[in-house]
């Protein structure tokens, strides 16, 4: 049966799909370069904006943002998130970014892009993706 669920008039109901993330207004930190850390994997793209030390400022993920299952992992996602976390950065007073992206996901460079068109300079783009040098133990030969 359930709860029943009553909304008045001039309320509306909250939409299931999207979750709304509200960007604050008063900037915790004033920075002007900062680094943009993505990792895109297959299933999920992760944006940290974080100082030229290491501090993280502020991060989204294409989850957080209400994306669920394989559409976390698709460009538009990324785009989104990186779109987000320009705002939040522009609110702080960004003005340079450098870029180490992470991983071998779709949503790597789209959002590099979103970040991007908000109006920043881009200082460098760095790919640290992990390689493995020489791999896992191959299987041993099979015996008929």
């Known amino acids: 049966m359930g709860k029943k669920r009553i909304v008045k008039k001039g309320e509306t109901g909250t939409e299931e ?3 709304k993330t509200p960007v604050s ?3 915790k930190k004033t920075v002007s370069a900062v680094i943009l850390n993505v ?4 299933n999920n793209t992760k944006v ?3 100082d030229t030390h290491g501090k993280v400022l502020c991060w989204s993920s ?3 943002l209400g994306f669920t299952g394989a559409k976390k992992g698709t460009p538009f996602a990324a785009a989104k998130v990186g779109e987000l976390l320009a705002e939040k950065a522009s609110i702080m007073g960004v003005t340079d970014v450098s870029v180490v992206v992470k991983g071998v996901g779709s949503g790597r460079e789209s959002a590099v892009r979103g970040f991007i068109s908000k109006g920043f300079n881009l200082i ?3 790919d640290a993706t992990p390689v493995p040098f020489n791999g896992p133990r191959p299987a041993k030969p099979r015996r008929v």
Not at 39 to 42: F, G, K, P, V
């Open 25 to 27: 207004s008063a900037p």
């Open 48 to 50: 940290v904006v974080t």
């Open 62 to 64: 294409s989850g957080s």
């Open 17 to 19: 799909g999207a979750k």
């Open 39 to 42: 990792e895109a994997s297959y």
């Open 124 to 126: 460098s783009i760095k």
